[in-house]
Structure formats: structure tokens, C-alpha cells
């Protein structure tokens, strides 16, 4: 993901505008990599501002699919609307 996911100008922006980053090592990590599940790496966890778990992505997603899903969390869509038809709506107005 760092080669393709993250290296994209309108990723970076979004994560950059709207969210806090972490990595963790798991390795030095254990106890985080066991509390959050992560049974496979990359797994990002998205969490309010309280800590408040809203959901993960496992695994890697192409740089397209990560920006929906950060777009779909900053924009608090995932509050009212499934995933699906959040991407449904979105490539209907392209």
C-alpha cells in the first residue's frame, strides 16, 4: 500500500484533512494487535474521537476503494447509510 495506496495525492489529502494516523508495530505491540484483532497485516481501524471502535478494513485496498471508505467515514455516512449503497450512490453521480 505504501507504492500505491499512499502515494496518491488525493489519499493523502483526505487522510491528512480528516483523520489522525498511527502505524503500530505488532511485533513491539502485541497487547494492540490482540485488543484490535488484527490477524493480518495491513488492518486499519477507524475509531471516533472518544476511541469508540467504527469499523476496520483488512488487508489491502487499492487506492480508489480506500479513499471511498474514507470519504464514507469522514463524511459520517457510515452513521446512516451501508457501505454498499454509500459506493452505489457515489458512482452513480460520477
Known amino acids: 500500500m505504501d507504492k500505491e495506496t499512499f502515494t496518491k495525492k ?6 491528512t484533512d480528516n483523520f ?11 497487547n494492540l494487535q490482540a485488543e484490535y484483532g488484527a490477524q493480518s497485516l495491513p488492518t486499519f481501524w477507524f475509531l471516533e474521537s472518544d476511541g469508540q471502535r467504527i469499523n476496520y478494513l483488512p488487508g489491502f485496498a487499492d487506492a480508489s476503494v480506500f479513499l471511498a471508505v474514507l ?3 469522514s463524511s459520517d455516512s457510515y452513521k446512516t447509510v451501508e457501505f454498499g449503497d454509500y459506493m452505489k ?6
Open 10 to 15: 488525493s489519499v493523502i489529502k483526505e487522510m
Open 20 to 30: 489522525v494516523c498511527i502505524a503500530v508495530d505488532t511485533d513491539k505491540q502485541r
Open 71 to 73: 470519504q464514507y467515514l
Open 89 to 94: 450512490k457515489a458512482t452513480q453521480s460520477e
